[in-house]
Structures are given as structure tokens and as C-alpha cells.
T-cell receptor, first 111, second 115 residues
Framework: DAKTTQPPSMDCAEGRAANLPCNHS???????VYWYRQIHSQGPQYIIH???NNETNEMASLIITEDRKSSTLILPHATLRDTAVYYC????????????FGQGTELSVKP | DAGVIQSPRHEVTEMGQEVTLRCKPI?????LFWYRQTMMRGLELLIY????????DSGMPEDRFSAKMPNASFSTLKIQPSEPRDSAVYFC?????????????FGPGTRLTVL
């Protein structure tokens, strides 16, 4: 399985955009990029996923580079409630849904 | 929908005792996953089921751990005998298993403490 590299921690000012990077240089052609987050003491929560096109939903935007070796999760207007650990995961589409979580990025949104 | 339901939410037991964790997936979901989370090892996939059949149990740490899914609405993770190093938060997740997405929906977790 492809592995991902994320910075261990990041800070963001409340109301500003949070841009969380992820490197997945060994991703294969049929692997998707997924983002989940885990707010303290809760179960992980799905955010967004994509293959090669940029994606947007009510929570975030996902920007995937043309060579698919990296991606960026964008929270357009971060709030204090977005403070969490964010996980970038690559996985085969519909592979029974097997996801391997790394260490993630701990995002702190500050007032 | 009530989401994924796990019980108990907290469990404290003594070394050597049997522990059973329970999970009710979201109705209609075809896949179910058991994870364990510790500070040292992060979030680890233990086992997952598709249509009640275990597909991959390579993450199960040892024979003391066993998981069952007797029907589409219930799964158990059993530890017998329990050890202090099993102390962790155990999450259950389910997914629709449909071709459109493999989004997993996680339960609130069971915090297990083995003394």
C-alpha cells in the first residue's frame, strides 16, 4: 500500500484557511486519497476523498497535484471546533474499505 | 440513524479476565471494522468483515483476540485472557461497501483499562 507523509503539527488562526499538506509519492493509479479527522476522544470522521480531480464538499476542499504525488486539504474558514488530528490515507477504491491510518497532522486553531 | 453503537463505553477489568466489546453497525452497511488506538501505536486496523465474513484479520495481535459477526447487525471483539498492554480505545466502524464510496463511519469507542 502507498504510504503518506504529513507534518506532525500545524497552527491556524480562527477564520483563516487551513491548508494541510500530504505527500504520497508512491501512490498507484487506482488508489484514492482519503482524509479523515479525529477530534479529541471521538471516533475518526470522514471528510473527503478523491482520485485525481479536485473535490469540494460542505466541509473542505481537496486539491490533488497533476502527478498525484501530493495533495492538500483546505478548510476554508477554520473554527476552534476544527482543532483535531487530520489523517491523509491512500487506499484502493472499493477494496473492502481497508484504510491504514498514519500519525496524521495535529491542527490547532487558535483565536 | 443512530450511527454506529458501541458498548460498553468504558470497561475496567483485571488482568486475566475475559473482555467482550460489542458493536452495532449502521443498518444496511455491508462492511464492519475493528480498530485499536494507543498513544504508542496510533490507530491500528485489527480485523474487518464484509457481509459478515472476516476478510482480513492480519492486524489481530495474537490468539487472545477473537472477533465474530453472527449477523449483519452485531459484532463482538473478545479478549481472553486480558493483559495490561491491551489497554486502549477500541473503535468499531462500518461502511456501505457500495461502489461509490468506502466512507467509514466510526462509533464513539470503548475505552478499555486492564489493571
Amino acid at each position: 500500500d502507498a504510504k503518506t507523509t504529513q507534518p506532525p503539527s500545524m497552527d491556524c488562526a480562527e477564520g483563516r484557511a487551513a491548508n494541510l499538506p500530504c505527500n504520497h509519492s508512491t501512490i498507484s493509479g487506482n488508489e484514492y486519497v482519503y482524509w479523515y479527522r479525529q477530534i479529541h476522544s471521538q471516533g475518526p470522521q470522514y471528510i473527503i476523498h478523491g482520485l485525481k480531480n479536485n473535490e469540494t464538499n460542505e466541509m473542505a476542499s481537496l486539491i490533488i497535484t497533476e502527478d498525484r504525488k501530493s495533495s492538500t486539504l483546505i478548510l476554508p474558514h477554520a473554527t476552534l471546533r476544527d482543532t483535531a488530528v487530520y489523517y491523509c490515507i491512500v487506499s484502493f477504491y472499493n477494496q473492502g474499505g481497508k484504510l491504514i491510518f498514519g500519525q496524521g497532522t495535529e491542527l490547532s486553531v487558535k483565536p | 440513524d443512530a450511527g454506529v453503537i458501541q458498548s460498553p463505553r468504558h470497561e475496567v477489568t483485571e488482568m486475566g479476565q475475559e473482555v467482550t466489546l460489542r458493536c452495532k453497525p449502521i443498518s444496511g452497511h455491508n462492511s464492519l471494522f475493528w480498530y485499536r488506538q494507543t498513544m504508542m501505536r496510533g490507530l491500528e486496523l485489527l480485523i474487518y468483515f464484509n457481509n459478515n465474513v472476516p476478510i482480513d484479520d492480519s492486524g489481530m495481535p495474537e490468539d487472545r483476540f477473537s472477533a465474530k459477526m453472527p449477523n449483519a447487525s452485531f459484532s463482538t471483539l473478545k479478549i481472553q485472557p486480558s493483559e495490561p498492554r491491551d489497554s486502549a480505545v477500541y473503535f468499531c466502524a462500518s461502511s456501505p461497501g457500495q461502489p461509490s464510496t468506502d466512507t467509514q463511519y466510526f462509533g464513539p469507542g470503548t475505552r478499555l483499562t486492564v489493571l
